[in-house]
Every structure is written in structure tokens, then in C-alpha cells.
């Protein structure tokens, strides 16, 4: 996942910063993607480390950025998710006035307003309660998110789940229901079918990735809230959601591949790139031993 995750998204933001000459209000929707999946990804070597060794070197405030930013992924994930929903809406529904409501200016003012609601709701983590464990000599990290402890806090989850699962998840099926309202009823004649097209497979990707990466993630956390008791160890069905969510990042590249002309350039072209290395290798290969199999014909000749 870590190094699928950084190649991919790495290469969005190339394409979508410094290669894309006419920016759309999609094209900024893709880099917000692109740059919040790689702060997530980023961090997976360090909890990588922290797992294998079962010790935390890396200080008490790194600790808490990771505990921090391990909140603050899926929040920013499913909000990017709907502002792209409405931008999907807008193109279709009202196309009209699409130029007026899709352009740069307004999606980057959309995307900072996202990013400062989801890091002032983040940032709090930072200062959250000492870790448990600081009694002791052993180091561990991100044990004040352990379940036990989030339990002592869950009208602030529930309130957190609220309004960054369930509000963005609605805002996204309102404009689905919509926008097929509109595709079955006729409403979008005058479409090109190119863009009906785009935005029908944006639609089913988003679709796709939340009930896969972020649902089952989401209902896992919520019903281990609501269990009583002192369990808060390993959980399979927890670390099973919490993989699903990180293969989010990877997944990203079925959105980037549908948005972008040049996207879909690059990875073609770096699919040829490689298909011509190993041919070249083959090639080589086979000459190497055609020499050697000459030379020894010649040798036997010889003797």
C-alpha cells in the first residue's frame, strides 16, 4: 500500500499541478485527494515501526501529529468526496450556470474550507490526555485513541461521526439521487455524452470506495463505542476496517485515471516504458547467449 500509494499519488500531483495547463475546479478537487493521501500515507512507516517493534521511539509529539492525522484522514477523505459529488451535480443537474459555480476560485475556497474545518477539528487530539502508559518505562503511542479511552469521550465521537461521516455521506447520496433522477428522466439532453459519461464513472468510483474503505470502517468504530466493557486490544475486525480504509489511498488512482486525460497518458506511458525495459532485457539476454553458445561452437571448432 505505502509504495503503490506514494508512486500514485505523487504522479496526481504532477499531473494535476505542474502538467495540467486549464485547471478545473476538478483539477483542484484531485490535488486536495492527491496531497491528503499522501500526508496519510507518509505515516505507515512509522506505525510499520511501531508495530514491529512495539515501542514508540519517535517522541510524545510526533505521536500525537500521527494520532491526530489518523483522525483527520477520513474526515478530509469524505468531505473531498462530497465537494466532487457537487461538483459532479453542478455539471450535470445545472449545467447552466456551471461556469459561474464549477470554477477554480470557488473549489479552492471550497477545499481550504474543508481543510481549516477538519484540522480545527483535529488539532484538539494534540492535547488531548497524557498516554496512559507514561507511568511505566514503556513507550507506546497513540494509546489515548485506544477504544477504552475514546469511550470516555463519545458524545464528542458521536458529534465527530455526525457531521464528518453521516453529513458528507448524505450530501453525496442527495446529489446521486438527483443526478440519476435526472439521467432516467431525460433532463440532461443537451449533455455531451463525453461528460455524462466521466461523471457517471466519478459517481460509481466515490460510490464504490466509501462502501468499501470508509463504511465498514465507520460501522466498526461505532459499534465498538457502543460495547460495554474493558476491551480495547487487538480486534481483528478493526485492524481488518482500518486496512480497508488505508487501501483508499491506492484506490484513488481509478479516480485520477477517469479525470484525467494526461493522468491516463502517464500511466500508459509508463506501462510502455516498462514493457520496452523488458523487452530490452530480453533482448539483451538472448544476445548474451547466442555470444556464449558462438563461442563455444567456435571453441569446439577449434579443438
Known amino acids: 500500500v505505502f509504495a503503490v500509494g506514494v508512486i500514485v499519488n505523487l504522479t496526481a500531483l504532477w499531473v494535476f499541478a505542474l502538467t495540467t495547463k486549464k485547471r478545473s475546479s476538478v483539477t483542484v478537487h484531485m490535488i486536495n485527494v492527491a496531497l491528503v493521501d499522501l500526508t496519510f500515507i507518509l505515516l505507515i512507516p512509522f506505525r510499520m515501526v511501531y508495530l514491529h517493534k512495539d515501542y514508540w521511539p519517535f517522541g510524545d509529539l510526533f505521536c500525537r501529529i500521527t494520532a491526530a492525522l489518523n483522525i483527520f484522514y477520513p474526515c478530509m477523505a469524505l468531505w473531498l468526496f462530497a465537494l466532487i459529488s457537487t461538483d459532479r451535480y453542478m455539471a450535470i443537474v445545472q449545467p447552466k450556470h456551471g461556469k459561474e459555480l464549477r470554477n477554480v476560485p470557488k473549489a479552492v475556497v471550497g477545499s481550504l474550507g474543508v481543510w481549516l474545518m477538519t484540522l480545527g477539528s483535529s488539532?484538539?487530539?494534540?492535547?488531548s490526555a497524557e498516554d496512559p502508559d507514561r507511568i511505566s518505562n514503556f513507550t507506546t503511542c497513540i494509546k489515548m485513541q485506544d477504544i477504552i479511552y475514546m469511550r470516555h469521550d463519545n458524545p464528542v465521537n458521536f458529534?465527530?461521526?455526525i457531521f464528518f461521516f453521516l453529513v458528507p455521506i448524505c450530501i453525496m447520496i442527495g446529489?446521486?439521487?438527483v443526478i440519476v433522477d435526472n439521467l432516467i428522466h431525460g433532463r440532461t439532453s443537451?449533455?455531451?455524452l463525453k461528460v455524462k459519461e466521466k461523471?457517471?464513472?466519478i459517481i460509481i468510483t466515490l460510490i464504490i470506495q466509501v462502501l468499501v474503505c470508509f463504511v465498514p470502517f465507520h460501522v466498526c468504530l461505532v459499534l465498538r463505542l457502543l460495547e460495554n466493557g474493558e476491551d480495547g486490544g487487538f480486534n481483528t475486525w478493526?485492524?481488518?476496517t482500518t486496512?480497508?480504509?488505508n487501501t483508499s489511498t491506492v484506490l484513488d488512482i481509478i479516480l485520477y485515471y477517469i479525470v484525467s486525460k494526461q493522468f491516463q497518458d502517464r500511466v500508459i506511458s509508463v506501462i510502455l516504458y516498462r514493457n520496452y525495459l523488458r523487452s530490452v532485457r530480453r533482448?539483451?539476454?538472448h544476445t548474451h547467449t547466442g555470444s556464449i553458445k558462438s563461442l563455444s561452437n567456435l571453441t569446439s571448432a577449434v579443438i
Open 190 to 192: 443537451k449533455l455531451k
Open 159 to 161: 458529534v465527530r461521526l
Open 175 to 177: 446529489c446521486y439521487i
Open 199 to 201: 461523471s457517471i464513472r
Open 243 to 245: 486496512f480497508l480504509m
Open 123 to 127: 488539532i484538539p487530539l494534540l492535547f
Open 283 to 285: 533482448k539483451s539476454r
Open 238 to 240: 478493526a485492524v481488518f
